[in-house]
């Protein structure tokens, strides 16, 4: 059955992601009209997949890379969601949901059924730990998504090139607004997931290693946003500058998700 | 009967020719009455800038164009100067199809305006007031008022600036989230300064500075966008607050240069800076727009934009033709349901239907030698109760031809005669 959820979900998040594209690309009728409906739909059946997973695997997926990944693809479905029925915005949509279907993808294909856990693992700590670094990754992806979208509209008004994305996405400052609304969340997120995940570590591991690659990533990526936050704040950056860092926030991010996890990490592995 | 429409436009004659017929609402409220007297008692006029046209139902087939073109030179005092032959005539179907594409803004001027069908409408309720729009009337206008909504709702031909001015207040749209929080200086008070001033005003720009070399243009144009003048000298210090700057002077040398920009954008905190250079030659150099967060553009930037909207526009006809065809098909519809005789037959089919109904359930309680009798009193019962709506249904000659269209719609509609009609929505 697990088996069955884990093939049908990519399934459901292409749909997701053809309707949206042919509501923004097309301008189809039938597509504006299908695609919250197909989404709500989508993290329905998501949240149904990680509930019988973890009643099955008697843990909850965050125990693995990939187990993150549907995690993750999921959250940023349901952030998205709530964004779109906040704002009744739902050009932006096609973009953000291509992030969570390839997130989803590449969970389904290498996600290990597995009911073995290590003891550390089970911690309330280590729970808000993940959790907030989950949420925390969902807004940064976001942020980059919008940041892409913002980069997109000023290359195409500075070309003076009036195509679709001039005419579907929002204006530049709402987009803006957007990154850095989801900017200021990731930080923050990131913040409560570094320091539940020292006080965790301490516990969990008799000698941590605090010069792991993957702890060193995770504070270059928390300072990298600490730094968008400030200079915006308090210095008023605005405009391109902040949605290329943005983005090459959430690319170091993603680096360090996938290939510093699993390559270079020793500790912060557990599968 | 026969629908007639009778107008001018720039399609059949000259602004010259066409101002000369232009109708203020009070000369329409003078011409109502005598356009009355010519048909059936239904009329509607309207005009625009572009367009006078009279719509009028006729008794019979016979098409009194000629009389209703005199009057309205007359009316005007044009005689001499607007020749009969300026004005077009269209009858039944086509006058109806004409309406629906004047609504839906594809026969104005400029193609998709927007502003026709608010104008249409304003005719359509004057002739409202007056009592010159009747049954019909309000009937085919209410399918006009349709057809221009679904042509703004369902297509794209009244999307995108077809004007240079309006072009420029898109663009900062797409870049400032709410202009009422924004600040703009008009550099100039020319024709396009004073219209992309007017526009912006529209949008409710929070705050509109105005500055020129004549400073009695500038307070006139102040004056009239609710705007504040700021003296010619010192118009650079705004640049530290504006996010848009509209530039339409005459000047040998550039206004704004690149190192200027630069110079300024260090102390405005890397906020945007939306730069429209509508002056011939250049006001703003071109170089600008290489720096981050400035967007400019130049008047061929914004013509160029202008035609590829209207090229959009263009594609979008013959999706507008379509639902005006489809409008026009319900129309059809609706009158041929209103013939007399199509109506009388059904309301005689419909009681003799309901005597052999209630007969055939009920003869056996009769005896057989009655039968006959209650056949031909059952008859004769039917036969009384629609003689005096077909009585009242023929004798159309004593009432205006609205009023005998609405008997039988209310006929119908008591009976069940026809399917529901589907009321419309537009109705003002």
Redesign the interface.
Known sequence: MIGTFNYLLPLFYFSLVWTYGKAFFADKPWAKHAKTPILICTILFHLLALVMRTIVFRHPPVTSIFEIFTVLACSISITYFIIELRSQRKETGYFILNIAFFFQLASSLFIKSTSEVPEILRSPLFGIHVSSALLGYAAITIAGAYSFMYLM?YHE??A?Q?GVI?KKLP????LE?MTFTAVILAFLLLSAAILFGFIWLNRAIADPNYFDPKLIGTILIWTMYGFLVITRMF???????VMILSIAGFLISLFSMTIINIFFSRFHKFY | MNLLCVGISHHTAPLDVRERLWFSSEETRRTLPLLRSLGTGECVLFSTCNRTEVYVLTENNIVPSEEIKKILIAQKSAQGKVQPSDLFTLTAGEAARHLFRVSAGIDSMVLGDVQILAQVKEGFSLANELGTAGFFMNRLFQLAFRAGKRARTETEIGDGAVSVSYAAVELAEKIFDDLQKKAALVIGAGETADLTATHLRGKEIGKLLITNRTQERAEQLAAKVQGVVIPFENWFDTLLEVDILISSVEVNRYVLTASDIQRILKHRGNKTLFVVDIGVPRNIDPEIKNIENVFLYDLDNLHLMVEENLQKRQTEIPKVEAIITEILAELTHWYSSLEVNPTITALTQFMENIRREELAKNINRFDPKDRELVELVTKRIINKIVHAPIVNLKSGKEISLGDRLQKMSAIQKLFGLTGPHKEDSDAE
């Open positions: 509209l008004m500075k003076i009036f001039y204006t530049l400052e709402t607004r210095y008023g950056w605005k405009g391109r500058k």
